[in-house]
Nanobody, 126 residues
Framework: QVQLVESGGGVVQAGGSLRLSCAAS????????MAWFRQAPGKEREFVAG????????YYADSVKGRFTISRDNAKNTVYLQMNSLRPQDTAVYYC???????????????????WGQGTQVTVSS
């Protein structure tokens, strides 16, 4: 099992940047595929970015490509989401998620992730 705690959310003006962190506790963080999802008010949860256990592969939603970067530090049991050039439509609660890499090497489907954090609010003002 793994427990996930997100941090780094806040209020930022359009064009600004934020860095989200997700600290994992539990065993064998290195063996998990990690991802970020987000959910805006009145909308369904959507995939944002994912990273494989060894960081060899990262993948992004089209809406954030070129602006967001996902990374992980297995020594620190932490995954990050660097968000640049933020837009008002990026406003959402951002969730960190994990699934054992033997189950899913990579996935953009939320229902394929087994563990979730509590979420952190990101608000981008225009």
């Amino acid at each position: 099992q793994v427990q996930l705690v997100e941090s780094g959310g806040g209020v930022v003006q359009a064009g600004g940047s934020l860095r989200l962190s997700c600290a994992a506790s539990g065993r064998a963080f290195v063996s998990y595929t990690m991802a970020w999802f987000r959910q805006a008010p009145g909308k369904e949860r959507e995939f944002v970015a994912g990273v494989t256990w060894n960081s060899d592969n990262t993948y992004y939603a089209d809406s954030v490509k070129g602006r967001f970067t996902i990374s992980r530090d297995n020594a620190k049991n932490t995954v990050y989401l660097q968000m640049n050039s933020l837009r008002p439509q990026d406003t959402a609660v951002y969730y960190c998620s994990a699934v054992a890499s033997w189950k899913k090497f990579s996935s953009i489907r939320g229902d394929e992730y087994d563990y979730w954090g509590q979420g952190t609010q990101v608000t981008v003002s225009s």
